[in-house]
């Protein structure tokens, strides 16, 4: 047990090593951060200045030795634009936006999906099966940031039910979540289906029947508690997924205040050490719950081997 | 040009028909009367909504749209503009007199204190003077301001501002310089929780949600009618209009016109922005070197056209200038090339040139539409164009790429926000970032004017300098097109000429 | 015919829902190819005066326009033909490059085993930890927008899942009795990489890629939408619900034409593989037989 979690604490800080590398060598591509920033009617010599105060003119290499040294205290330097508050800190403060509607949609996913894929896995090729396929096939069918301004105009302005853009209440979460919740509970459906299918064609619950216990039970009891890890994997897969960038065109339909909308902003604004942050943190937060997830995996499922 | 959104941008004269039905209506001014009318302690509340967050709260560094919709409200400036006529007014300053050719004494208005209880006196002036001044702020206004070389405190009420040379225009200049209290400049918090003499106070930043402000119960003016004003952040068009529609917000801005009758309200204004394409012309063997080939371009596009079709008519065609009609500079002897694509081709004399035309989408009004149809247009004289729309970030850096590398046309949006000809013109003298052009008699002109006082003197050099431009057609005269607003059914307010969006003049029915 | 084609063919005519989803596909493989020939006009040309019109069954449309024009007056069926276009290109692309690169590791990781098999699972786990839209977005912003970064974009992000499913394939089938076989006969291991291995893959690997594809078409998309995608003058469904978005309320229809092409390709590509992986798993069809008991 212990040398597994130092081999996946060290594969861990080579993926981390491999976003910083990534991370450094794509934003310091971007245009010229010092031209951004500096007004319209600056001279070249104003602008000689601002690349040597924002560190522009050293060696890439020593650049790069600079960017690490920060990194690794989460020191990504002043954001560019917003002067005097820290990149890292900028994104800290929208991290429990994003995980509050991540957690929401894929909570409100795994609802929907656990019951729709028990069911359609009752009675496969049957039309309900039929129907909960192609809806679930229909849900990640549809991009997000469309169903998003559908589910705008129709439950917030045509009915009035919920807000249609902000941040704080239920009424502001809810039309989110499920933009975010539909398509990840679409492909979850046709995992459930698929793997309660599996259990159902297993002998002991021939077994079970034979001894009379009852459908639901059978489904619950026996099935889904068998089928409960992997569709948690999946679950925590989902989470990762969001979390990874696919929220941002949500969080901008919604006005939602996340590292999503954080991200598309500063990559508009060219706010690199903004974006540097941003994808650090997310990868960093990607890599403790796939962790998390590895570990409760082998504390639940002793068969799986501790490699 | 400058880099502000343009989402909170304003407005200027003459309300357009629509307008002008909405505020009959209203059956008065939408300006809130004054004290003393019964008007008592603020009440109600307003939520104005923008495309951004601002990028700072420091009201000297940026030139960002975003930041001024805040600090407009919080901190004031030493001159004001009247909202419907222009004319300029007292703010901080009670009176601005030319002592000598480069000095103007700036008499101060007595017992203005900032919300945190300082005075607000001549220290606090030449300190403000001399930081946005100060190279090292590398404030992005200072271009507003760069005739300014310093300031000197006279008494406790009276500053003395020194400029390089005569200036025309400081009035108009001191309606940027927004003046802040020393002690609290300094300290950390200044960027982030601004602290001013104006009508509203500082509550709350919560990035990527809102800025709020309450209404300053001290404040030395007419007491604002609106208690409470929330600035949110929405990024998408659609969103901000679907929120007005469900009365989420009471106002927000670059409203489509197609859009206007879905809003509860509107309002209308000319903006401050001119549309135009920049043609590269001072290297030989570029496309546009050649002056038959811009004038060529001048006919190919039909501006009454493009601006009665995506802009539903709500705006004006440039004058063969890019001066406003009503501003300070303007030559009322030019007249727009007309829209001919018999003499585009004339000039053009069956060559076909290759030009890349670089734009970006989604910081003005229509802007890609505008820039699509252009292209268009373009392609119909016998240019071939190849199109480059780019996002806001890359299309800056090609904007002020050195001149050697300029791209054959670049589309942009020049905002006078000083209300005066002088910006703009500088903008395409000799040596100008932006536009690759160099007219040695055309430089000596504008530079002349920045130094004249006398208005008539310096009228007439403008004159010359404009019709020598449109001559030489460095810039390709597109449109001038309004600021639409949408509005709450609730919401009284009559935009103003300089744009500003001040919560103290409006109220609610 | 050739017999593993009727055979296909037969599985196709008891499945009403699979027959509907390939025709879909084909038909739009067919438009995306045949663009130039059967979209009306030039999805560029504008037309000003004529813009914002509706499809011709409503009030102020006309035949020239069958489905009406959008803010430019350019016409939208003209537009929707060559949107698949770019979507299904880019998506071909993608799955052609991400597919054989990520295909030919997971083989030689899985064949080989030992240290090549670390080194390479260890990279794919690496790059899979990676944000991956998050860092897509960067990389846009950094090498500009359009249709050739965009598929450079998603093949970098997309190779991992061919290589891990080509792997365990890989592993699972070298176990197999007439492999070892092959190789105690003295069998070259070209020959029983592409003689044995790799056709024991095919219906998985087109399974993967008929999903991949349907998800890169969102993922353009939405790329699009945001403004980092296909750029004007090019056409892509998401750019062409990035322009409607303004004229959403006031003309929806220009929102859900490009919504709803892309929404039914999307849709008939998920119908598509999930009957492919039934008719190519007899192990999931017995299954599905039991738990019908």
């Known amino acids: 047990m212990l040398t597994f979690l130092a081999r996946r604490l060290a594969y861990s800080l080579i993926v981390i090593g491999g976003v910083l590398v990534v991370v450094f060598v794509t934003t310091r591509l971007i245009g010229d951060p010092a031209r951004i920033i500096l007004p319209a009617t600056a001279s070249q010599a104003d602008y000689e200045l601002q690349r040597s105060r924002m560190g522009l003119d050293q060696p890439i290499l020593a650049q790069f030795f600079v960017f690490v040294a920060g990194a690794v205290r989460g020191d990504f ?54 129907v909960i396929t192609l809806l679930s096939l229909a849900g990640f069918s549809v991009p997000n940031f469309l169903l998003a301004m559908v589910l705008i105009i129709v439950f917030a302005v045509g009915l009035g039910w919920f807000y249609t853009s902000g941040f704080g209440t239920i009424r502001h979460l809810v039309l989110p979540a499920v933009a975010v919740a539909l398509p990840v509970a679409g492909r979850m459906t046709q995992f459930v289906r698929s793997t309660m299918i599996d259990e159902f064609s297993r002998p002991y619950i021939a077994t079970a029947r034979s001894k009379g216990v009852s459908e639901p039970a059978i489904a619950v009891r026996h099935a889904l508690r068998n089928a409960a890890i992997p ?51 997310v990868a960093i937060i990607v890599l403790v719950i796939n962790l998390i997830i590895d570990l409760l995996y082998t504390v639940l499922d002793p068969r799986v081997k501790m490699v | 040009m400058s880099s502000s959104t343009r989402s909170t941008r304003p407005f200027l004269l003459a309300l357009l028909p629509i307008a002008g039905l909405l505020f ?129 405190k006279v008494d406790d009420l009276t500053v003395d501002l020194t400029t390089d040379g005569p200036d025309p225009i400081l009035p108009a200049q001191l309606t940027w310089l927004k003046v802040i209290d020393p002690t609290y400049a300094k300290t950390a918090d200044f960027a982030s929780k601004p602290v001013g003499t104006g009508p509203y106070k500082f509550v709350e930043w919560k990035k990527g949600q809102s800025v709020t402000l309450t209404a300053n119960t001290d404040y030395w003016g007419t007491k604002p009618a609106i208690k409470d004003v929330t600035i949110r952040v929405i990024p998408e068009i659609n969103t901000r209009l679907q929120a007005l529609k469900a009365n989420e917000l009471d106002l927000t801005a670059n409203l489509s016109p197609e859009l206007m009758s879905q809003a509860p309200a509107t309002a209308t204004q000319r903006s401050i922005e001119m549309y135009e394409v920049y043609m590269a012309n001072t290297s030989t063997g570029k496309p546009f070197a050649d002056k038959a080939t811009r004038q060529a371009a001048q006919y190919a596009v039909d501006k009454e056209g493009l601006l009665k079709s995506l802009f539903a008519g709500h705006g004006t065609v440039q004058q063969g200038q890019i001066i406003r009609d009503d501003w300070a ?53 016998g240019f071939k164009v190849t199109l480059d729309i780019q996002e806001f970030g890359a299309w800056v850096s090609t904007l002020f790429l050195p001149n050697d590398q300029k791209v054959d046309a670049i589309w942009a949006s020049t905002s006078a926000d000083l209300l005066d000809g002088d910006r703009p013109l500088t903008q395409t003298i000799c040596g100008s970032k932006q536009v690759d052009w160099c007219n040695k008699t055309y430089t000596d002109l504008v530079n002349k004017a920045r130094v004249t006082t006398d208005a008539k003197a310096r009228q007439d050099l403008y004159n010359q300098a404009t019709a020598l431009q449109f001559e030489e057609s460095p810039i390709l005269y597109l449109i001038n097109p309004d600021d639409i607003y949408g509005m709450s059914a609730k919401l009284v307010w009559k935009p103003r000429l300089d744009g500003k969006i001040l919560f103290k003049e409006m109220s609610l029915k | ?199 024991n893959l095919a219906s998985t690997l087109v399974t993967l890629a008929t999903l991949e594809l349907a998800r890169i078409i969102l993922a353009e998309s939405v790329l699009s939408f945001l403004g980092v995608g296909v750029q004007t003058p090019s056409v892509s469904w998401g750019l062409m619900i990035a322009d409607a978005e303004t004229y959403m309320t006031t003309n929806p229809w220009l929102t859900f034409v490009p919504g709803a092409a892309l929404a039914v390709l999307v849709l008939a590509m998920n119908v598509v593989a999930s009957w492919v992986r039934t008719i190519a798993d007899p192990v999931q069809r017995s299954r599905e037989s039991i738990a019908r008991a």
């Open chain 3, 1 to 199: 015919m050739p017999h593993w084609l009727s055979s296909v063919l037969g599985e196709l005519r008891r499945d009403r829902l699979a027959t509907a989803a390939v025709t879909i596909v084909m038909t739009y493989l067919l438009a995306a190819l045949l663009a130039p020939w059967i979209a009306p006009g030039d999805p560029n040309s504008q037309d000003v005066v004529g813009r914002l019109q509706g499809p011709f069954w409503d009030q102020g449309g006309a035949l020239a326009h069958p489905l009406g024009t959008d803010a430019l007056g350019q016409d939208l069926l003209s537009r929707v033909i060559y949107g698949a276009r770019a979507s299904l290109l880019i998506g071909f692309l993608v799955v052609l490059v991400a597919g054989t690169f990520g295909t030919v590791l997971g083989v030689v990781a899985g064949y080989r085993g030992g240290r090549t098999d670390q080194i390479i699972s260890r990279i794919t786990d690496i790059q899979t930890a990676f944000p991956g839209l998050l860092l897509a977005l960067t990389i846009l912003a950094v090498i500009g927008p359009g249709e050739t970064n965009l598929v450079i974009v998603f093949a970098i992000n997309g190779w991992m899942v061919y290589c891990r499913t080509a792997r365990s394939q890989t592993l699972s089938i070298r176990e197999q009795p007439y492999i070892e076989a092959a190789r105690a006969a003295g069998s070259r291991q070209r020959t029983i990489i592409f003689g044995h291995i790799i056709p």
């Open chain 1, 231 to 281: 569709i948690l994997t999946l679950g925590g897969w989902e989470f990762t997924r969001q979390l990874a960038g696919y929220t941002v065109a949500v969080e901008v339909v919604f006005a939602w205040p996340g590292v999503g909308q954080l991200a598309s902003q500063a990559i508009l604004r060219r706010d690199f050490t903004v974006i540097q942050a941003d994808v650090f943190l």
């Open chain 1, 77 to 130: 330097g002043e954001s560019l634009w917003d002067r005097g508050s820290s990149a890292m800190g900028l994104v800290v403060e929208r991290i429990p936006a994003t995980l509050q509607l991540v957690f929401a949609g894929v909570g409100l996913a795994m609802a929907i999906s656990i019951p729709a894929g028990i069911l359609a896995a009752r009675r496969p090729r049957s039309l309900l099966d039929r």
């Open chain 2, 24 to 152: 009959a209506a209203c059956g008065s001014s939408a300006t809130p009367a004054p004290s003393g009318g019964g008007a008592g302690a603020p009440a109600g509340a307003v939520v104005y909504a923008v495309g951004a967050d601002p990028t700072t709260l420091d009201p000297q560094a940026t030139d960002d749209g975003n930041e001024r919709a805040v600090n407009d409200n919080i901190y004031e400036t030493l001159v004001l503009r009247n909202g419907a006529t222009s004319a300029f007014e007292p703010g901080l300053a009670l009176s601005w007199t030319l002592k000598d050719p480069t000095t103007w004494t700036i008499k101060l208005r007595p017992n203005v204190k900032f919300t945190n209880g300082a005075a607000m006196n001549a220290d606090a002036v030449v300190y403000s003077v001399t930081r946005i001044i100060d190279p090292a702020l590398k404030s992005a206004q200072f271009s507003y301001l760069n005739s300014i070389t310093g300031a000197k």
């Open chain 2, 329 to 381: 500079g303007f030559n009322p002897n030019l007249k727009p090339y007309a829209y001919d694509l018999n003499k585009a081709k004339t000039l053009l004399a069956g060559k076909t040139p290759s030009i890349k035309l670089v734009g970006e989408a989604g910081r003005w009004l229509k802007d890609k539409e505008t820039l699509q149809a252009v292209a268009s247009m373009l392609g119909q004289a």
